[in-house]
Antibody, heavy 117, light 110 residues
Framework: EVQLMESGGGFVRPGGSLRLSCAAS????????MNWVRQAPGKGLEWISY????????VYADSVKGRFTVSRDNGKNSLYLQMTSLRGEDTAVYYC??????????WGQGTQVTVSS | QSALTQPPSASGSPGQSVTISCTGT?????????VSWYLQHPGKAPKLIIY???ERPSGVPDRFSGSKSGITASLTVSGLQAEDEADYYC??????????FGGGTKLIVL
């Protein structure tokens, strides 16, 4: 069974940093690209980052480019999102998702990030 | 990249069919067949129901179908059931290797 489990969310002051993790199991993690998607309170889904199978290439939404960095450790079946210079508008539930044919077929349960003074 | 345009809400009675539209541009929906649809129940993670415009993942009922014409993609839910009441999001691959979601449509089963 495919499982994705995010962790690392929490409360942080504006300008602060957080590192999210996503532990994967039930599939060959290193064989699939991965995505991060977030959802602000009461709002819709926003794609924020994609990383390829071996971690050699990543792309970001304009809203987070230059502040967020995605990485992965295929040996540990783990995906990461380093978030810096956090702003109030970054407050959201953050999901990791497994890529399948240009879509995301499995999602974690999400981890809440709250940025507030 | 601007969000894709979806109607805020849609509704239908049990057993009926409802279609949700998703309008983009030639830089996203119009330029690629990488359109996907997700449903999300309150407090839950999104679930993939359509990918590559019209493909259904294993386990998704054939009551869900997708199509695309030009810059508009559509999701049709046939034989509406109470459990279909959820938020629905379209998503498309876009120029400069990014993905863009629609704003979401709340489907109400009357």
């Amino acid at each position: 069974e495919v499982q994705l489990m995010e962790s690392g969310g929490g409360f942080v002051r504006p300008g602060g940093s957080l590192r999210l993790s996503c532990a994967a199991s039930g599939f060959s993690f290193g064989s699939y690209p991965m995505n991060w998607v977030r959802q602000a309170p009461g709002k819709g889904l926003e794609w924020i980052s994609y990383i390829n199978r071996d971690g050699s290439a990543a792309v970001y939404a304009d809203s987070v480019k230059g502040r967020f960095t995605v990485s992965r450790d295929n040996g540990k079946n783990s995906l990461y999102l380093q978030m810096t210079s956090l702003r109030g508008e970054d407050t959201a539930v953050y999901y990791c998702a497994k890529d399948h044919e240009w879509a995301s077929d499995y999602w974690g349960q999400g981890t809440q990030v709250t940025v507030s003074s | 990249q601007s969000a894709l345009t979806q109607p805020p809400s849609a509704s239908g009675s049990p057993g009926q069919s409802v279609t949700i539209s998703c309008t983009g541009t030639n830089s996203d929906i119009g330029g690629y067949n990488h359109v996907s649809w997700y449903l999300q129940h309150p407090g839950k993670a999104p679930k993939l129901i359509i990918y590559e415009v019209s493909e259904r993942p294993s386990g998704v009922p054939d009551r869900f179908s997708g199509s695309k014409s030009g810059i508009t993609a559509s999701l049709t839910v046939s034989g509406l059931q109470a459990e279909d009441e959820a938020d629905y999001y379209c998503c498309s691959f876009a120029d400069t290797d990014k993905w863009v979601f629609g704003g979401g449509t709340k489907l109400i089963v009357l």
